[in-house]
């Protein structure tokens, strides 16, 4: 798919009112931790949670999409003040329509972010697909936008700020800060 340019991605970043997420390699570095009993661990990035964060301070959701399930998920979406967790899904575009009806938007006015070929399906369905550095080459095919941060590294953080300077917002999380 060919990339936008600066303008044409700006228009688009306008138009998010949903942001969908996948959760290993996109909200995470990709690296599961399986303990002796089988538990795992995944690592997530502070500045990425901020940026799901900030986001729902400006009222544009984001969702969890993820093909597999983990307790690790939940509590972290808690945190970040997700608006719903999708796990167990597959394909993801199986919970799309329900996704739009429910948020009232178009596909048009959701951004994707994915990272490997479970994601593929639900690239193609959305108005900003989004892939972070280090995806897959199929991916970042398939994505209108490769963000400069790999997965789990600051990607998330990237595109929430992208969405929210394209709309104004961003002034109004400064003064949140106190900046």
């Given at each position: 798919?060919?990339?936008?340019?600066?303008?044409?991605?700006?228009?688009?970043?306008?138009?998010?009112k949903l942001l969908l997420l996948?959760?290993?390699?996109?909200?995470?570095?990709?690296?599961?931790?399986?303990?002796?009993?089988?538990?795992?661990?995944?690592?997530?990035?502070?500045?990425?949670?901020?940026?799901?964060?900030?986001?729902?301070?400006?009222?544009?959701?984001?969702?969890?999409?993820?093909?597999?399930?983990?307790?690790?998920?939940?509590?972290?979406?808690?945190?970040?003040?997700?608006?719903?967790?999708?796990?167990?899904?597959?394909?993801?575009?199986?919970?799309?329509?329900?996704i739009l009806t429910k948020y009232?938007?178009?596909?048009?006015?959701?951004?994707?972010?994915?990272?490997?070929?479970?994601?593929?399906?639900?690239?193609?369905?959305?108005?900003?697909?989004?892939?972070?550095?280090?995806?897959?080459?199929?991916?970042?095919?398939?994505?209108?936008?490769?963000?400069?941060?790999?997965?789990?590294?600051?990607?998330?953080?990237?595109?929430?700020?992208?969405?929210?300077?394209?709309?104004?917002?961003?002034?109004?999380?400064?003064?949140?800060?106190?900046?």
């Amino acid at each position: 798919m060919a990339k936008l340019t600066e303008e044409e991605l700006k228009a688009r970043l306008k138009q998010i009112k949903l942001l969908l997420l996948d959760v290993d390699g996109v909200l995470t570095d990709g690296r599961i931790i399986y303990d002796s009993r089988g538990r795992d661990s995944k690592f997530f990035d502070v500045h990425d949670g901020l940026g799901v964060f900030v986001l729902h301070k400006s009222q544009i959701p984001t969702i969890l999409i993820t093909a597999k399930s983990s307790k690790t998920i939940k509590p972290r979406a808690k945190d970040m003040h997700v608006a719903e967790v999708f796990a167990d899904i597959f394909p993801k575009t199986a919970v799309l329509d329900k996704i739009l009806t429910k948020y009232n938007v178009t596909s048009e006015q959701v951004c994707f972010m994915g990272d490997d070929l479970v994601d593929l399906s639900l690239m193609r369905k959305v108005g900003l697909p989004v892939a972070v550095a280090n995806a897959s080459s199929e991916i970042k095919e398939a994505a209108l936008f490769v963000t400069n941060h790999s997965g789990g590294r600051g990607a998330v953080r990237e595109i929430a700020e992208l969405i929210l300077k394209s709309q104004d917002k961003w002034k109004d999380v400064l003064r949140f800060y106190g900046a």
